[in-house]
């Protein structure tokens, strides 16, 4: 079974830096864009940042120059660095990822994390 456990969320003040990470497990054959999002109380899920498998990158405004996106393949990883974060940034941050297996077949999976939350205290 193919999985995407999140980690690195919690606690932190304004201003301050955390680091997500989200690794994907299983009988994995390539993984294609991998992408974090996130979903504040009372307000839809929205993009935050998306890496290819080629590590092109691209950024919710909102986010630009603070956070940093990156991904290990060896590891089958994507990591999002949040600097300079803001109350704003409170919510439950998904990792998110287009995972090919073969199994009978090649088939494309869309996989999301379970979810980390993370609180940004003014």
């Known amino acids: 079974q193919v999985q995407l456990v999140e980690s690195g969320g919690g606690l932190v003040q304004a201003g301050g830096s955390l680091r997500l990470s989200c690794a994907a497990s299983?009988?994995?054959?390539?993984?294609?864009?991998m992408g974090w999002y996130r979903q504040a109380p009372g307000r839809q899920r929205e993009l935050v940042a998306v890496i290819t498998s080629g590590s092109s990158t691209n950024y919710a405004d909102s986010v630009k120059g603070r956070f940093t996106i990156s991904r290990d393949n060896a590891k089958n990883t994507v990591y999002l660095q949040m600097n300079s974060l803001k109350p704003e940034d409170t919510a439950v941050y998904y990792c998110n990822a287009e995972v090919i297996v073969v199994i009978t077949e090649i088939k494309a999976l869309d996989l999301w994390g379970q979810g980390t939350l993370v609180t940004v205290s003014s």
């Open positions: 299983g009988n994995i054959f390539r993984i294609n864009d």
